[in-house]
């Protein structure tokens, strides 16, 4: 009997120990399960995050191709709008680019998908701390953190320069609005900086050819337009007179004494004083108006849908402007003028500039410091005579 119950109750631990042996595998089993799942969980994260990082790339490529094409800031702006909506799909955005002063940026493109980000028309430099120190900066008053000085809304915004080649060319914004803003503004850091990056090369080859287009278009003195621009200008305003039947005039300008300024004062005071006669014809001259560097002190200035008339009296008033610039540079500064225009006085491109040349020359000869007009056609008084309409 007692060997019966010794038996009973060895088979019943074995079957406890049986028992417990399998819980503890099963756990064993769980645990390394669990493991094993979150090791699948992390390895299809880090998939996930490789092909979000490769189609972010791809991009970034892809905007990097099309900005090769872009001529000007609204091409460029357009391009980064398009790739920053697909990469950035919860933020707005701004680009921001230096005028030709560089004393402020101007707004060259901005998208919004909140009232809250109200990018401004202009910024300036001092009020930026990203600009001043050449470091993205995440402005989210809501966190305390140091915030620029310029508004931008009610939203918390990522500011990044965009340099290439040593120099700054714009500032990149980028804008949240959602409870998380600086997490999500931290976690877009990378993303921001590889389209700013991308953006600062287009933005200095944007700026390289404007520079180059103006040192072929422009005088690198005065800044005026060259005579070779001046002469392709000429031909369009003179087919477009004729076609559309209206005057187009033009000033022949001569600064008198020009050698003797430059033998009593110096080349440099003779340069002063060239900058500032074309500052003061480009200030008082219609935008239409093509003013250019004929040739050392000689300018010309081109005057579409201006009668002779009108165009000697604008003449008269630069010549009195050009002669106030004796008191600023404390020497004798003057100006001779000839007036010609067509149809009054000629019929042609080819005759137009001459005609105007030889008004000069009258002036010249007439003593200086004042304007001359070209014989009109159709008068009976031969057509070389020169009429003296102003002097000083």
């Known amino acids: 009997m007692a060997s019966i119950f010794t038996e009973g109750a060895v088979s019943h631990g074995f079957a406890a120990v049986a028992a417990i042996g399998a819980i503890a595998t099963l756990a064993v089993g769980i645990r390394y399960g669990r493991r094993a799942v979150a090791e699948l969980d ?50 707005s955005g701004a680009l921001y680019v230096f005028n030709n002063s560089r004393d402020r940026l101007d707004l060259a493109k901005s998208w919004s998908r909140s009232e809250d980000f109200e990018p401004p028309c202009t910024l300036f430099p001092d009020n930026c701390w990203a600009l001043k120190r050449g470091k993205p900066h995440i402005n989210d008053a809501r966190s305390g953190t140091l915030c620029c000085l310029h508004p931008i809304g009610g939203s918390s915004t990522i500011e990044v ?30 993303v921001a900086r590889a389209l700013a990056d991308s953006m600062s090369l287009a933005l200095s080859n944007i700026t390289l050819r404007e520079k180059l287009r103006t040192q072929s278009l422009r005088d690198p003195l005065t800044g005026l337009y060259n005579r070779r621009y ?18 187009t005039s033009v000033l022949m300008i001569d600064l008198d004494n020009f050698k003797r300024l430059n033998d009593d004062y110096g080349h440099a005071k003779g340069d002063a004083v060239l900058r500032d006669v074309a500052g003061q014809l ?3 001259l219609r935008p239409s108006d093509v003013v250019a560097r004929y040739g050392g002190e000689e300018l010309l200035v081109i005057m579409p849908k201006c009668s002779i008339d009108n165009a000697a009296a604008k003449a008269e008033i630069l010549r009195k402007r050009i002669e106030g610039l004796s008191e600023i540079h404390a020497a004798q500064i003057s100006a001779s003028f000839g007036v010609a225009a067509v ?36 008068k009976a008084e031969d057509k070389s005579a020169l009429r003296l309409t102003a002097s000083a």
């Open 42 to 91: 992390s390895h299809l994260k880090l998939i996930d995050e490789a092909g979000e990082a490769r189609r972010q790339l791809e991009e970034l490529f892809a905007m990097t191709d099309m900005l090769q094409a872009a001529e000007n800031h609204e091409d460029a702006g357009a391009v980064l709008r398009a790739s920053a909506e697909r990469l950035l799909p919860g933020f």
């Open 161 to 190: 320069p965009m340099m290439a080649r040593g120099q700054v060319f714009g500032l990149l914004v980028f804008a949240s609005e959602a409870p998380d803003a600086l997490e999500r503004l931290t976690d877009l850091l990378r």
């Open 230 to 247: 001046m002469e392709d200008a000429l031909e369009r305003y003179i087919s477009l007179a004729q076609r559309t039947g209206t005057a």
């Open 282 to 284: 480009v200030g008082t």
């Open 343 to 378: 149809p009054e006085t000629a019929t042609g491109a080819a005759d137009l500039v001459p005609m105007a040349d030889n008004a000069l020359y009258a002036a010249k000869q007439a003593g200086k410091n004042r304007v001359v007009i070209a014989s009109r056609r159709g």
